[in-house]
């Protein structure tokens, strides 16, 4: 099964971490984020393995290489010129991609979430993409029904709020996880540019099933600030 792995990002919320090499290098005892990822995806099956570069993009491209060598099968998608976030990311890499759903994945994700589980639920749901998701702190949260399908966004922070359709019930609130399983038919529906799957999501879901797939059980970690690092570090530290 194909996965992408979304590899290309600044980190700037690491700070002077980023300065030197890419999120997607950083060493998590003894093993890069990039390698975590690929492991858990090809673990579950997601073996035939995209991941786009950008920052420090020479660096991720030796790191996929080496990886490579280790037996895994990754290609890369360049993003050098100009970073296009999630959904043009994907876009630019479409061609990757057969008529099969398929997943994406955050490379910063650190997780025990069953992927299998998830892209089961995406085949018996025939949704257009279905959204892992879990109940955590964040500001920005997705709105979804009683079933769990998208019918909103919410910015805690700010009370901004987006709804996709006429819902007369409550939309419940619920964070998105990183990873996604998508229908290749989405390509349909996208162009190039700079934009991310959740705006991308937003707009298509008036007219299409966007689902998610609930799991608040095991570890979750987004690597994205110095704390956050050192909070994995010291979970698998200790495992």
């Keep these: 099964m194909k996965v992408m792995i979304m590899a290309a990002g600044m980190g700037t919320r690491l700070g002077n971490i980023t300065n030197e090499k890419p999120k997607a290098l950083i060493d998590i005892n003894g093993k890069s984020i990039l390698q975590l990822a690929v492991e858990k995806c090809a673990s579950s099956g997601f073996n035939d393995i995209i991941i786009n570069v950008h920052h420090f993009a020479g660096m991720v491209e030796a790191e996929a290489e080496r990886l490579g060598s280790l037996g895994y099968r990754i290609k890369v998608s360049d993003e050098r010129e100009e970073l296009l976030e999630t959904g043009g990311g994907l876009y630019r890499a479409r061609k990757f991609f057969d008529k099969s759903p398929f997943m994406v ?119 994205g600030t110095p704390e956050s690092l050192e909070k994995v570090r010291g979970y698998f530290s200790v495992r």
């Design 105 to 223: 994945y955050n490379a910063d994700i650190v997780t025990d979430l069953d992927l299998a589980a998830l892209y089961s639920n995406h085949l018996e749901n025939k949704s257009l993409a279905t959204l892992s998701v879990r109940s955590r702190p964040g500001n920005r949260v997705l709105l979804v029904d009683h079933s769990g399908v998208l019918g909103g966004w919410y910015n805690r922070s700010t009370g901004e709020r987006i709804i996709t359709g006429n819902y007369e019930e409550d939309l419940s609130e619920i964070a998105f996880s990183g990873i996604h399983v998508i229908d290749p038919e989405i390509f349909a529906y996208m162009n190039e540019g700079v934009y991310s799957l959740t705006t991308l999501y937003l707009q298509l879901a008036s007219a299409h099933k966007i689902s998610t797939f609930r799991c608040d059980d095991g570890y979750w970690f987004d690597i």
